[in-house]
């Protein structure tokens, strides 16, 4: 198992070093000068010099990606062009907003999916199959950002029972989750980020559990006695690798997708914060953005694979 | 072919006996077969077919014009004027802007996953038919891309771009084609190994000879049916997009771009912020149900 | 009949050495394995310097138990899988080395029968087309091959407006591998190595398939390397036998004379586990007892002394040689007990 660990570590690294270089080379996807995309429009002569000795704009690309390298591993990721802050601070301000919705939607998405994919998983073909599977294909049909549109229309304001958007007059920084008047900002995003992952998450476990219920290992629980109740518990069992694996990549997907629904409901997320540095075209920003979502991607896989191993002995000799 | 050699064939009456006279069906009748009979995929690709028409002919169908605004007849509700379902806020046709806007939809649906086929599904039967050092290259780097959650490459390439259709396209293609290609090199490699194709290589048949011939067919099927899957995926990362501002630009018409600006309307004309959503949901859970009915249907075991 | 399959006996122009030249010469032929979580530098043996003659016309059997390296033997002569070392003669010809013939024009001349399964056929493809596509890769026109694909057909017993259209999946296992031989065929070889052709069938299919082979050789003058666990098939089927184990020779000899003095330890074993119906053919020796030793790491030696009843000092201290072979009708066996200068107890006893 120990070596297992090491060998996937290993094989994370390579591929967050590809993402690195795929987020340091966003400054040359931008149209005109990469000097310029990272500097305000009305940057003195001497602060252009300073940025452009200092990431290196005048030597070779590779240098200038170990530079960018450099400064990123030491938190670095430059200023804001369009607030003039350092970018660590907004990305990490904005990350934990964005956590704050995925460890909401988590938990919901994935009881809700896994219990629905299970009832149509134990009766295939059934009126409760039906249902399950004509709702799981509407959850990953719709826009979920339309389907904010539409919530926000329904309870903000038809109704006026739910706030529409933002995080409330206490700001982000004085949100507090034991406050009803602060939690009930969290409500309608949290519900329209769940729709996918229930969707998709119901889908993978019916398909899962139908699949291993087919397989005889189950017909020889059934004839050796078991009850119904026990026989659903080790199919369970053996789907929950499988299921666990989609799961994980739906926390990412709600880590870093959520930039929609956070633009839905102005909710001063990750999403929001990559939606404002897109209209004001702010490159640094964009960069460290990315940047750390796809970090945070790459390490629920990383984990997602760890827990798999844990539950499947045969993935640690694979 | 004469009695006299069938008879004199070895071990043939032992054979004929025991060969009933079967219909033989090959693979794509037996697909179309069971397709015929699968009454929910044939209903909802009826209405796919009837929103690919009503694309095509839009100039046709369109009461008004899409672009044509009015200041007087803005936001105005259902009939006002012969517009059937109102105006946008610009005065705008709302009818005739849905309809020209699944012309823009669809090309940003089908386009994406057409390009992700060529490339991604090239490069994988290339990664698993070649030697390690090429399959390396070609996976590790697919891995790199596969990192991203989709939504964020796209907004990562487009945000970096700009907006525009073409830039949309090409951000989509580039999320699609490295999942394409794990799919074409997983089939590919499965292939690659089996006693037919060491037969055919015993046979003298070169890569590609091989390729063509028994390859090809065996890696088309999943890689069509992952294709129909991501048609709806694309619609609904396109009109994203464009509800971001990225993607599709003003004026032109389409159900995200038509959302995002009729979000600003919200409180006035609820219902005429719905529409373009409802559109965009149509198509796509269209596409997702002839995509898992063609599944259904292509999964013949054989 | 097209002309690709108007063979009349011994008047084939490919045949350049004579009836006299054996079809195949094999020398110390190697190829190992590198296995990965082993340790370092660990490798199967999988076939570890084997060298034998196939004379025109015959059929050579090769037995041994699963793992032993027969398959690895089969593709490695056929260079789909690469040899580390050895020597391939063709009909008197080297196998790609300059001054003899390419793999690729060997291919023309060898085929290979798989074991029916589910893969040893295109499911994609009708059976006809399958047949075809050998042909049509060398360079015959479309309608030019399918003719001789139902030419074939029917010299395999199957009804080309029947069985032609069909799919691998609507073909029982004996029609399946009838196909199987009819698209080696359509190659128009002069030898074919048939990798365990039989073993997936029910028994009396296997004997309709196995006279089906015996016929064909006959009327198109081939030749055959016949691989099989089964030894009742072997017997059955071959002119000489070649028993392997973990890689190696251990007894080689005309079928006859292997199967009624087995004169290796192995090879009375394999005997000996054998079920027969007849009292008489039953062997003294006793039968196998566990599984081959690991052909990573093979024991030092005799790589049969771990499961050899007669196991001594010399057998861990020396590798036994097959002995003097000379000629179709030899019979050797790599076994200390066989040479009287070894110093095993039993030498010379036989």
């Keep these: ?318 | 072919m004469s009695d006299q050699a069938i008879l004199s064939a070895p071990g043939a009456a032992a054979e004929y006996d025991s060969a009933p006279a079967t219909k033989v069906r090959g693979y794509w009748q037996s697909v179309a077969y069971r397709l015929s009979h699968d009454w929910i995929t044939l209903i909802f690709g009826a209405v796919v077919l009837v929103i690919i028409l009503i694309a095509v002919f839009a100039p046709l169908l369109a009461p008004f014009d899409p672009y044509a605004q009015s200041i007087v007849g803005r936001l105005k509700p259902m009939g006002w004027r012969g517009h059937p379902l109102g105006t946008d806020e610009l005065g705008r046709d709302m009818l005739s802007r849905l309809i020209y806007g699944g012309r823009i939809s669809l090309i940003m649906g089908l386009a994406p996953v057409a390009i992700a086929v060529m490339i991604g599904g090239t490069l994988g039967v290339i990664g698993g038919f070649a030697g390690k050092v090429a399959n390396t290259a070609i996976m590790r780097t697919m891995d790199v891309f596969y990192a991203f959650p989709s939504i964020l490459l796209a907004v990562a390439i487009s945000g970096a771009m700009g907006g525009g259709i073409f830039n949309g396209i090409i951000s989509l293609s580039l999320v699609f084609i490295p999942a394409m290609c794990r799919v074409a090199e997983t089939a590919t490699s499965q292939v690659k190994n089996l006693d037919y194709i060491e037969a055919a290589r015993a046979s003298g048949a070169g890569t590609f000879a091989i390729i063509r011939h028994h390859v090809l067919g065996n890696v088309l099927g999943p890689v069509f049916i992952y294709a129909s899957s991501l048609v709806s995926v694309s619609i609904l990362l396109a009109s994203g997009l464009s509800f971001l501002g990225l993607g599709v630009q003003p004026p032109e018409p389409d159900w995200g771009l038509m959302l995002s600006t009729l979000r600003q309307s919200i409180y006035v004309d609820p219902l005429g912020c719905a529409m373009p959503g409802i559109a965009i949901f149509i198509t796509s859970i269209c596409f997702n149900l002839v995509s898992d009915g063609v599944r259904a249907a292509m999964d013949v075991r054989i | 009949m097209s002309a690709a399959l108007d063979i009349k006996p011994y008047v084939d122009v490919r045949d350049r050495g004579g009836s006299a030249q054996p079809m195949l010469i094999v020398r110390d032929l190697k190829r190992h394995f590198r296995v990965k979580g082993a340790g370092k530098g660990a490798v199967v043996r999988a076939v570890d310097g084997i060298s034998f003659t196939l004379f025109k016309g015959e059929t050579l059997g090769v037995v041994g138990e699963s793992g032993c390296g027969k398959s690895t033997l089969a593709r490695v002569l056929l260079h789909l899988v690469e040899p580390d070392s050895g020597e391939l003669v063709f009909d008197g010809d080297a196998v790609a080395a300059p001054d003899g013939i390419s793999v690729a024009e060997l291919r023309r001349q060898v085929q290979m029968v798989f074991q029916d399964s589910y893969s040893s056929l295109n499911p994609r493809m009708p059976v006809q087309d399958s047949v075809a596509f050998g042909p049509m890769v060398n360079g015959r026109s479309k309608s030019e091959s399918r003719r001789l694909a139902q030419e074939i057909l029917i010299k395999v017993g199957l009804r080309p407006d029947l069985f032609g259209p069909r799919y691998p999946h609507e073909l029982s296992g004996g029609q399946k591998q009838r196909v199987n031989i009819a698209r080696a065929l359509a190659m128009n070889p002069r030898m074919v190595i048939l990798d365990e052709a039989v073993s997936a069938l029910d028994k009396s299919v296997e004997a309709q398939v196995l006279n089906l082979l015996r016929e064909l050789k006959r009327t198109l003058n081939l030749t055959y390397l016949f691989i099989s666990h089964d030894l009742n098939v072997v017997r059955y089927i071959s002119d000489r036998v070649l028993v392997m184990y973990l890689g190696q020779v251990v007894e080689l000899g005309p079928a006859s004379l292997v199967f009624s003095e087995a004169r290796h330890p192995y090879t009375q074993a394999l005997l000996g586990s054998r079920l027969s119906m007849d009292a008489r053919q039953r062997v003294d020796a006793p039968p196998l007892v566990g599984d081959p030793p690991s052909p990573i790491n093979p024991p030092s030696g005799c790589r049969f002394r771990t499961r050899c009843p007669n196991a001594e000092g010399v057998c861990e201290a020396k590798m036994p040689e097959l002995g003097a072979w000379d000629g179709r009708d030899s019979h050797v066996a790599a076994c200390h007990m066989q040479d009287p200068a070894s110093g095993h107890s039993k030498a010379g006893l036989h």
């Design chain 1, 1 to 318: 198992m120990f070596g297992y660990i090491i060998r996937r570590i290993l094989f994370a690294l390579p591929i967050a070093i590809g993402v690195s270089i795929v987020c340091f080379s966003l400054v040359y996807l931008a149209p005109g000068d990469p000097l310029q995309t990272v500097l305000p429009p009305d940057a003195t002569a001497e602060t252009i010099a300073i940025v452009k000795h200092e990431y290196g704009f005048d030597r070779p690309v590779p240098v200038q990606y170990a530079i960018w390298l450099w400064h990123v591993v030491q938190g670095d990721f430059g200023r804001s062009i369009a607030s003039r802050r350092p970018v660590t601070l907004e990305v990490f301000g904005s990350l934990a907003n964005t956590a704050m919705l995925a460890l909401f939607a988590v938990p919901v998405a994935f009881a809700t999916g896994f219990a629905m994919g299970a009832i149509a998983g134990c009766y295939p073909g059934r009126i409760l199959d039906r249902i399950v599977t004509g709702a799981a294909v509407i959850g990953v049909s719709l826009p979920n950002y339309w389907l904010g549109l539409v919530l926000v229309i329904v309870f903000a304001v038809e109704y006026m029972v739910l706030p529409a958007s933002g995080m409330g007059k206490s700001g982000s920084a004085a949100f507090s989750l034991w406050r009803w008047s602060d939690a009930q900002f969290l409500v309608l995003p949290v519900v329209t980020l769940t729709m996918i992952p229930i969707g998709i998450i119901a889908r993978t476990t019916r398909a899962a559990v139908a699949e291993v219920r087919s397989q005889e290992f189950v017909t020889t629980l059934r004839a050796m006695g078991l009850g119904e109740g026990a026989v659903i518990r080790h199919v369970l069992k053996n789907a929950s690798p499988q299921v666990l694996a989609v799961m994980g990549l739906q926390f990412g997907y709600l880590m870093g997708g959520s930039i929609l629904v956070e633009t839905v409901f102005t909710w001063p997320g990750s999403g929001f914060l990559l939606n404002k540095a897109i209209i004001n075209r702010d490159i640094p920003v964009l960069q460290g953005t990315i940047l750390a979502l796809s970090l945070v991607f790459v390490a629920t896989n990383l984990v997602v694979d760890l827990l798999q191993a844990t539950l499947d002995p045969r993935i640690r000799r694979a």
